[in-house]
Every structure is written in C-alpha cells, then in structure tokens.
C-alpha cells in the first residue's frame, strides 16, 4: 500500500481556507496548512484535521505537493524567494502548485527559479469565486507539464469541477486574464441593461426570466441580476481583487499589443469605486457607478 502524499497548503484567504479544508476532508492526504496571520490557521486547525505549521520553513521541509493561494505577486514573491521561504526549504522532486492570480511574468519566473532547484511548477489559478471554492466545484486553468498535472489530478479534484491544460507555464495565468476581461465585460454590460429596463419601470424579475433564457444569459446575469437591481454588493469577490487582476490584463496587453480599451475603462470605473469605499464591495457593484458619481 502506497503512503499518502504530504501535501501544504499555503495561503488561508477567502479561498484558501475552503480548498485547504476539502482536502483535509478527503483523507487522502497528509495535510499541512500555513498562512501568514496565525489566529486564521489555529481556526482552520480546529475545524479540520492536519498540521497547522508555525513557519514557511517547518510547511514545506516534507512535503511532496505545495499549493498556494495568496493574493498578488509581491505576496508570492515574498513566499517563495524570502531568506525562510519556499525556494530554500522544498525538497527536489516535489510539486509546487500556485492557485494565486498573478502576472505571467511571474509564472516564468517561479518556473525557471524552481525549475534549477529540481522542482516543477504549475501555475493554476481558479475561477468560481468564495462560492466555488465552499462548495468544492472550481475551475483550474493550468499551464505546466501533462504528466505532472495528471499527477496532481485527485488533489486539485478535492476542490474543483475542472482541470484544464492550457499549455506551457504562464498559459494559465493567461487564460485567467481572458476570464476577468470577459467577466468586466459581462458586469458592465449586464449593469447597463437593468439600469435602462428601471427607467423604464419593466418588472425586473419578468425581465431576467425571460432573457436568461436566451442569447444574453449568463452566469452574471443568473447569480446577479437580482441583487444588483437590488443594490446589493456582499457576494464574494471584491473589486479590489478584480482591479488587481485587470491591471495584469492590461500590463500583459503592452506586451501583446492588444487593445483593451472597453477593460481599462471597467477598471477605471473599479477604481473610482475603490475611493468611494467599495473596495469590499463585489464585482456587480458597477451597477451603481453612475448613482455614486451623481450624488451631490
């Protein structure tokens, strides 16, 4: 009988804990957890079963997997290649696998960083939100190696519906930008249409029945449409994580020569949002722009 793998967790955040938890619930592997304030890992230790480490160093020294889910890339930087950090203490032959959203320059980096010291990397971040990593079914786009994601594959299941290689180290990271120009989009679009059906008094719920159910529907406008006409804002997300990543779409856009005029506008829109308070405050809260910008 084979011995479970050791697997860490790093990074105990608004997805982070969930994910750590699902495979702690799995009980396939050896889970280790660490995460940067202590009191979030001593709560996570006293809800699930696994080793909650006081240190980078005592995480990673046995581990056969590392995962992280952390928030930017100065957080991954400071990670990986600080004097105590992940660089100087995992072992050759194991995995790194990084959930956290980042540039793809920084993709590469960990790749040929890691890479000299005999260890592969994936990059893999998800999509779903805080929704989708409680309830186990996210979506990873990965870039790394074929035959060392398949062999993460019961890991990344413990807490997600799909796995796709998109190719070489950095094409997840890109395949995530698509995603958040494609969500801006959605948002803006969606924002629009329900402020145009309210100034001309058309029932909201009539309205969202019968166009979800055709060439305009969407996640969005299923999860959200309700809420946003409803000024609602506190369903996961915050935009100050969408500004973060819209900012590497538009910096990774320079270097491909793209124009993403429409995303740097949404991400304009998310920073005027920012300084009026609603940097908590979910993606569909550009429903409101135009309100918060008219008050006298």
């Not at 032959?93 to 793809?104: A, L, P, Q, V």
């Not at 946003?228 to 819209?246: C, N, P, S, T, Y």
Request: proline share 1%; charged share 25%; with cysteine.
């Amino acid at each position: 009988m084979s011995r479970k793998k050791n697997v860490t967790f790093i990074g105990l955040g608004t997805m982070g804990y969930p994910m750590a938890g699902h495979l702690s619930d799995s009980g396939l592997f050896n889970v280790s957890v660490f995460n940067r304030s202590s009191d979030k890992s001593a709560k996570w230790g006293n809800e699930y079963e696994g080793r909650v480490a006081q240190t980078i160093e005592e995480a990673v020294l046995d581990a056969d997997v590392v995962i992280t889910c952390t928030g930017r890339d100065e957080d991954m930087t400071e990670i990986v290649f600080s004097e105590a950090g992940m660089l100087a203490n995992l072992k050759r032959g194991s995995i790194f696998i990084d959930h956290t959203t980042t540039s793809c320059k920084l993709a590469k980096h960990l790749n040929n960083s890691l890479k000299s010291k005999g260890i592969d990397f994936i990059d893999a971040p998800v999509s779903g939100g805080e929704a989708g990593a409680v309830n186990g079914v996210l979506t990873v786009m990965a870039g790394g190696d074929e035959d060392i994601l398949k062999s993460c594959d019961s890991i990344m299941k413990t807490y997600s519906k799909s796995v796709t290689l998109m190719g070489e180290v950095g094409a997840g990271q890109l395949a995530k930008m698509v995603n958040q120009i494609c969500i801006a989009g959605l948002l803006q679009g969606l924002s629009e249409g329900l402020l145009f059906a309210e100034s001309e008094n058309l029932n909201i719920d009539k309205l969202l029945s019968a166009i979800s159910g055709g060439a305009a529907q969407s996640w969005q406008m299923e999860n959200r449409g309700k809420t946003m006409h409803q000024r609602e804002f506190d369903f996961g997300f915050a935009i100050k994580w969408m500004v973060k990543d819209l900012g590497y779409c538009l910096d990774q856009s320079k270097e491909n020569k793209t124009s993403l005029s429409f995303t740097q506008e949404i991400h304009d829109r998310y920073i005027n949002l920012m300084d009026k308070g609603h940097a908590y405050s979910d993606t569909s809260v550009l429903m409101a722009f135009d309100e918060l910008n008219n008050q006298k």
